[in-house]
């Protein structure tokens, strides 16, 4: 959990720029920085502790104060920046490592799709789904744009989701907002300039150079399979150079850096991240942030070796605990909607957050734990680390979840409920089942029209096998309720899932 002071916003005259008052955010960078004097109203020596006699700074005595401000800033850096660590590191890992066939590796500017619904294989956490079939691609938008085809499918879900390496959404192609046409569309970077080919539609721009897409085919059940990858091998990226020519193949490449290793050096992911920011430079509404952060060596273009060694030994433990609090913002359920039964909805500024200066919801909700997350238009999470009496899940005990007739999620595409362990892979189980759904294949509904899951790690009988979401005994776990196109009742945060209740033997 963070720091009881970390988000404690004392009374102060903010200062004020151009564009007009400061973001809350800088008056913590500011605090935290130790700067909160210059901003005060009064005088300065309302703020200053009590004294103990004979008090005054001596070095080496008190601690250095630059390793001190390195590590106060650090940690507002650390968070800020989070989403360039991981980006990085998970590009140079899906481009450059062939684990199996079951892991993401691809080449630069070409898509890569999982050659059935992820399992219990998948180990690279980001809480993956069962419900569709993932077309993942990164690409470098630096010499030129690269244009996205898409073909016609029919009244299949799908959607690409288009991510920056702030983790954002800075565009999306599909049912929703495109339509299930065939089209192609044009992704450029934030500085290109030009004319676009007949027939192409340009999206959005990235905010930077490289981008992540993530797309989504939806797959309606076992029978399904092959229909669906039909459609997901035709999502097409092709150079625009290469725009028109026949038989013209995109060159194969698996060149990116790769990322400092934390293992060797207290100081990897300061390096990761400004060779992250000088490739992929921030929003420069982020400017007074990275002048902040520049005095500890941080940002594009910075060198974290040229610092001294004290501000070195801040940094290095602002790291620690800027991790820390980015894994606590999960644990802790931050800006999540609690419904007073276990459940919670996911902040509404998801696939937003740079937007809404809501840094600890982008480092670490959205790029921790999810990677990337949807905008809340195309899709809404509801999670339960607890029953319905507030215990936490255990693989242990058995739970039962009932949905009524007309419980069930409103929404447009489709609805799913998926266990995750604290590492937010699947649970492995011997069936092989990871999530129930709207597609379910085997489920029974209830007399009454209604629909009971059991949630456990024994079966719960043969004639409740179909209904069964196998635990594994002795395995904590957490529940995630996917819901896309969602309807009124979900973007208003009023739709409340059925409580996870513990079983009575």
């Known amino acids: 959990m963070p720091p009881a002071n970390f988000l404690v916003r004392p009374s102060f005259v903010l200062p004020t720029s151009k564009s007009g008052p400061l973001p809350k955010w800088i008056a913590t960078i500011f605090c935290a920085a130790g700067l909160g004097l210059s901003l005060y109203s009064g005088p300065a020596s309302a703020l200053a502790p009590t004294p ?24 507002q850096a650390y968070i800020f920046g989070y989403p360039w660590i991981y980006a990085a590191t998970l590009r140079h890992q899906w481009i450059t490592q062939y684990v199996n066939d079951d892991t993401a590796h691809m ?11 992820v399992t219990a294989k998948w180990r690279d956490g980001g809480t993956p789904n069962n419900d569709t079939l993932y077309s993942i691609a990164w690409v470098d938008l630096g010499k030129e744009p690269l244009i996205l085809s898409v073909p016609d499918t029919g009244d299949r879900y799908y959607t690409i989701q288009l991510t920056g390496m702030d983790s954002d959404d800075f565009a999306s192609v599909g049912e929703r907002n495109t339509g299930n046409h065939a089209a192609n569309y044009a992704i450029v970077g934030p500085d290109w300039k030009g004319v676009l080919p007949k027939g192409v ?40 150079s290469l725009w028109g020519k026949k038989n013209a193949v995109t060159p194969e490449s698996h060149d990116v850096w790769a990322p400092s290793d934390p293992a060797v050096d207290p100081l990897a992911h300061w390096k990761t991240m400004n060779r992250a920011m000088t490739e992929n430079p921030p929003s420069s509404r982020d400017a007074l942030l990275l002048k902040t952060f520049a005095t500890i060596g941080i940002g594009p273009g910075m060198d974290v070796d040229k610092m001294d060694d004290a501000t070195k030994r801040g940094l ?34 998801f696939g937003k957050t740079t937007a809404a200066d809501d840094f600890l919801v982008r480092g670490g909700l959205q790029s921790l734990i999810g990677i990337i997350a949807n905008d809340p238009a195309e899709a809404i999470y509801l999670n339960a680390r607890t029953d319905v009496a507030g215990n936490p899940l255990s693989g242990d005990k058995r739970y039962v979840m009932h949905f009524g007739p007309g419980q069930y999620p409103d929404c447009k595409a489709f609805w799913s409920i998926t266990m995750y362990g604290y590492d937010r892979n699947f649970i492995d189980n011997p069936i092989n089942r990871y999530s129930l759904g709207d597609r379910s294949q085997g489920m029974k509904k209830d007399p009454d029209g209604g629909l009971t899951l059991y949630i456990q790690a024994d079966s719960p009988g043969q004639d409740k096998e179909g209904n069964w979401l196998p635990s594994r005994h002795g395995t904590p776990f957490y529940l995630l309720m996917r819901t896309y196109i969602p309807g009124e009742a979900l973007l208003d945060q009023r739709y409340v899932p059925p409580d996870v209740t513990e079983a009575t033997r």
């Open 316 to 349: 290095a433990r602002a790291a620690k605990e800027g991790w820390l609090i980015l894994n606590g913002t999960s644990a802790t359920a931050y800006h999540m909607k609690s419904l007073g039964n276990g459940w919670r909805y996911s902040p509404t500024t």
């Open 52 to 75: 103990e006699p004979g008090m005054q700074y001596v070095p080496g005595k008190f601690g250095d104060w630059r390793e001190e401000y390195a590590y106060a800033v650090g940690i």
């Open 201 to 240: 539609k340009a999206l959005a721009p990235s905010p930077t150079r490289w981008a992540l897409i993530w797309g989504r085919t939806l797959v309606a059940g076992d029978q399904d399979m092959p229909a669906a990858q039909a459609i997901a091998h035709q999502y097409r990226l092709t150079p625009l």
């Open 107 to 117: 080449a630069i500017n070409q898509f890569w799709t999982t050659p059935r619904l």
